[in-house]
T-cell receptor, first 113, second 116 residues
Framework: KNQVEQSPQSLIILEGKNCTLQ??????????LRWYKQDTGRGPVSLTI?????NTKSNGRYTATLDADTKQSSLHITASQLSDSASYIC????????????FGAGTQVVVTP | NAGVTQTPKFQVLKTGQSMTLQCAQD?????MYWYRQDPGMGLRLIYY???????DKGEVPNGYNVSRLNKREFSLRLESAAPSQTSVYFC???????????????FGPGTRLTVT
């Protein structure tokens, strides 16, 4: 069973609107959680990284939250743009698995004009 | 800086053929990784190299071999390709660099491999 589950699997939003993506994980002991953006045909690019003590982090119009107690994270996209169309991947690392990351399957976001 | 580069970008193989995927990074990173990405699944780690001279198996190593040629280069070899190895392969690197998080992994553009 995947230790990182993302929802929804896909979503379509109008340009200018906001959206929130969810990530639930069971990875333990927890080290850090990161969100990546993957454009079609490209490798993933990091948006944010959060450790246990951080509960929110922003990168421009992207804001990630982390609740380490409930093992949940969200990624909020504000005022979406066409260039936000991509897959957003939640990735979790455990403290006892040096360098090894557990990847979610991603949420495919399509922003329409 | 080019970051992480991979060659080739696309490849079609017949079952039983062999090939090597090349990866190089110019960020002076110690650690390098090979992943595969299949539809509907998260990236899965094939092999990794924590530092020059060391390699270790990841989650799905069967059917693959790796070589850490030097600090910059990390290659992935398929000795006898099978249709189940049809996938997109990503190389990544991480390590301490000035101003950059030690946790960060930087990915290459990927190699799209089809085995018929």
């Amino acid at each position: 069973k995947n230790q990182v589950e993302q929802s929804p699997q896909s979503l379509i939003i109008l340009e200018g609107k906001n959206c929130t993506l969810q990530c639930n994980y069971t990875v333990s002991p927890f080290s850090n959680l990161r969100w990546y953006k993957q454009d079609t045909g490209r490798g993933p690019v990091s948006l944010t990284i959060m450790t246990f003590s951080e509960n929110t982090k922003s990168n421009g119009r992207y804001t990630a939250t982390l609740d380490a107690d409930t093992k949940q994270s969200s990624l909020h996209i504000t005022a979406s743009q066409l260039s936000d169309s991509a897959s957003y991947i939640c990735v979790v690392s455990a403290t006892d698995s040096w360098g090894k990351l557990q990847f979610g399957a991603g949420t495919q976001v399509v922003v329409t004009p | 800086n080019a970051g992480v580069t991979q060659t080739p970008k696309f490849q079609v193989l017949k079952t039983g053929q062999s090939m090597t995927l090349q990866c190089a990074q110019d960020m002076n990173h110690n650690s390098m990784y090979w992943y595969r990405q299949d539809p509907g699944m998260g990236l899965r780690l094939i092999y990794y190299s924590a530092s020059e001279g060391t390699t270790d198996k990841g989650e799905v190593p069967n059917g693959y071999n790796v070589s850490r040629l030097n600090k910059r280069e990390f290659s992935l070899r398929l000795e006898s390709a099978a249709p189940s190895q049809t996938s997109v392969y990503f190389c990544a690197s991480s390590g301490r660099s000035s101003g950059i998080s030690p946790y960060e992994q930087y990915f290459g553009p990927g190699t799209r491999l089809t085995v018929t």
